[in-house]
């Protein structure tokens, strides 16, 4: 097992709240190794049942590897199938990468009617002109020969920043996915920069919604700094995968409560590098004092019961 381990996370987020609400491991493949290794060992004959069985048990296990083994795509097609069919978030847009875009992930998301926003990677085909070329390509036709068609737009961005972006989008067919919107996005004016490529199922948008879906994107990489810094998510000491499953999900959870916090912004001159706003180590403090006092309001209620001291601290630290 590598020290390094891929994580597939979903995140729900507003302009004001980041949740984290699934992280999933993606176990390793192995597959290879394992081929290679039965390959080397493999015997003409077994005359001992300990060695039929030795074998055997091999081959089983790698069976169970192998159908054990899910890629991301797989991995996110179930945590969207769970999210749409507990109905939580019913009107809730979708944006992700194009590691993990396939067609039975959009299906899925329009099935429930929802609209979906990713990136496409530049050897992408698009019906262009009754032709199938490379969307990048068309851009650098585009950007060479009709460098007016790429229109500056404002977008507003989840974070609440307005930045200013010049897109071009249209709608086109993609090989398998049919008719869908792309959009061709340059952050410099002169067009010198590499374009971005969107794509979305919701031919009536504008490049404008189509960008300002997408910046919901980078909630998730919000989450993962957060979580990294704040709650532990890399502080996993399980000892098997399980546990360090339920270690990463609480992780999430701290993060919620943290941001829900109720604490107020300091206006004191030591804190006056937050600026007035609510701190990170405010919000813990916020908590902590919560949890103090409900254990003195606990201690108070067996005091007032009759309680002995012993049987407080009994009660507050079992043997």
Known sequence: MG????????VIA???????????????NVGKEEEAYLKATVQASYDQMEQARTRLLELLHHLEHKLAYKKRTEIVGEMVRQLEEEGQVPQADSAFDNGVLTLELTRLIESKGNHWVSELESSRLILWQDQWRRIAEVATELRQQHPESFRPVAVRCRNGETKQFWAFTKSVRLKRYGRKRIAMVHERSDLTDNPRFLVTEALQWESGRTLETWSFRWAAEGCHEFSKQGTGLEAAQGRNEEAVTRHLRLSCLAQS?????????STSEQLAFAKGEKTFGQRCHAITREVFSSLLSFANRLFAGGYACEQVVAALMPA
């Open 3 to 10: 020290r390094l381990q891929t994580v597939v996370t979903g």
């Open 14 to 28: 507003n302009r004001q709240l980041i949740d984290g609400i699934e992280v999933r491991l993606q176990v390793p």
């Open 257 to 265: 409560l943290l941001q829900r916090a109720p604490t107020v912004a």
